[in-house]
């Protein structure tokens, strides 16, 4: 079965990022968030390049499509996204997101993930002027806002995400579009709620769901916290 993915509409949602799995077992990491209430699952995609790291490309995506039975959320940390919409639209992504920051004719590449049928989404990183989302907005499902460095699980979100997360909001509301505001890096029950203070309604965790004892406590009190 595919899931496929509403319309942004300002309920939580909450998107376990598979790069802090087990990936021995990954199916049944899959299957226990979705039974604890995930809404989406998120993917990180990482080059080496973009990104001093490495993680997962189109094969991945492909063998969760259908199986894992909740949208596939692709987070593109890739320099020259561009190569690789078609294969990420084919294996089954949900959702693309790309960064401001990888590509110079980043309306293009907009264009080419909404021409492939999937939700497009443009992603800043912490010291990239929010401002700079502007004239895409006309063309986003989704914007994220990184909240650590992108490239790793586990690190500290940011003290000045709060001032970015607001400025996006800002904006998204003078859009009148519905625009989903996701936020990725250091999110916990306390980071959750000052996102989601300033603006945030899509909430990725990494080490916060999959390091827990207890996952489905994990996600429950993620959603609790973000509930403002
Ligand atoms: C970082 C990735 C994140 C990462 C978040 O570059 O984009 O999605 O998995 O992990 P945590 O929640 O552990 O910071
Ligand atoms: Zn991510």
Do not use: Y
Not at 78 to 106: C, N, S, W, Y
Not at 138 to 157: A, E, H, K, Y
């Amino acid at each position: 079965m595919t899931s496929k993915i509403g319309p942004a509409n300002g309920k939580i949602i909450i998107a376990p990022s598979i790069l802090s799995a087990d990936l021995w077992c990954l199916g049944q990491q899959v299957q226990t968030v979705r039974e604890a209430g995930a809404d989406w699952l998120h993917v990180d995609v990482m080059d080496g390049h973009f990104v001093p790291n490495l993680s997962f490309g189109p094969a991945t995506v492909k063998s969760l499509n259908g199986r894992a039975q909740l949208p596939l959320d692709v987070h593109l940390m890739v320099r020259q996204p561009a190569r690789f919409i078609e294969a990420f639209a084919k294996a089954g992504a949900d959702l693309l997101t790309v960064h401001i920051e990888a590509q110079d004719d980043i309306k293009d590449v907009l264009l080419q993930i909404k021409k492939s049928g999937v939700k497009a989404g443009l992603s800043i990183k912490p010291d990239t002027d929010p401002k700079r989302l502007q004239p895409f907005l006309d063309l986003l499902d989704l914007v994220l806002v990184m909240t650590v460095q992108p490239g790793f699980g586990g690190q500290s979100f940011l003290p000045h995400s709060p001032q970015h997360i607001a400025c996006v909001r800002e904006q998204i509301d003078a859009s009148a579009r519905p625009i989903w505001l996701e936020v990725d890096g250091g999110i916990n029950a306390q980071t959750a709620r000052l996102a989601a203070q300033a603006g945030a309604h899509v909430f990725v965790a990494g080490n916060a769901i999959f390091a827990a004892q207890d996952i489905k406590g994990a996600l429950q009190s993620l959603r609790q916290a973000a509930t403002i």
